[in-house]
């Protein structure tokens, strides 16, 4: 039973997931342009969850902010910059491998499925570029843009 004096479960929608499901709901969000987790709208709260549920490497960025958010499976692929990248600007997270990503994530965003296979970017993860290879797909509503990131 919950005492009179605990604190509401801000994100009780967020049910499931791992140590990310834990940051998204220990996080600050008031600071981002996507404001306090309690006023998301359905939308957000149902793909955040859907995402948090999946062990596919998964990060979405939402809104004219392009706010990310991420899933377990995709913290490792953000190395250092985790867990600063949660809740950062996509664009700015991915600035090195933006000339590669560029097309498909404005693709996405203009409500269009966007398909990389095998693309070679070059990361700053671990304060040096790097050469990695993923496949990328994207689907958005014009308002959020989901990627599925295999190394």
């Known amino acids: 039973m919950i005492g009179q004096n605990a604190a509401p479960d801000r994100a009780a929608w967020l049910v499931g997931g791992g ?3 834990k940051l998204i709901k220990a996080k600050d969000w ?6 306090p987790i309690e006023s998301w709208p359905q939308s957000l709260r149902t793909v955040v969850s859907l995402m948090q549920a999946s062990n596919s490497p998964m990060s979405l960025a939402w809104g004219a902010g392009h ?16 867990p ?4 950062q600007d996509f664009r700015e997270c991915w600035a090195a491998p ?5 097309e498909a994530y404005e693709t996405a965003l203009s409500g269009r499925t966007s398909y990389l296979e095998k693309m ?3 990361l700053d993860r671990y304060g040096f570029l790097e050469e990695t290879w993923f496949t990328l797909c994207s689907r958005s509503d014009a308002r ?4 599925n990131s295999r190394r």
């Not at 959020?144 to 990627?147: F, H, I």
Request: aromatic share 12%; glycine share 10%.
């Open 120 to 122: 070679r970017m070059f």
């Open 67 to 82: 706010v990310q958010i991420y899933n377990d499976g995709y913290w490792p692929i953000c190395g250092e910059k985790h």
């Open 19 to 21: 140590e990310m499901a």
């Open 30 to 35: 008031s600071e981002t342009a996507l404001g």
């Open 84 to 87: 600063v990248a949660m809740g």
């Open 144 to 147: 959020a843009l989901c990627v």
């Open 98 to 102: 933006w000339p590669v990503i560029s």
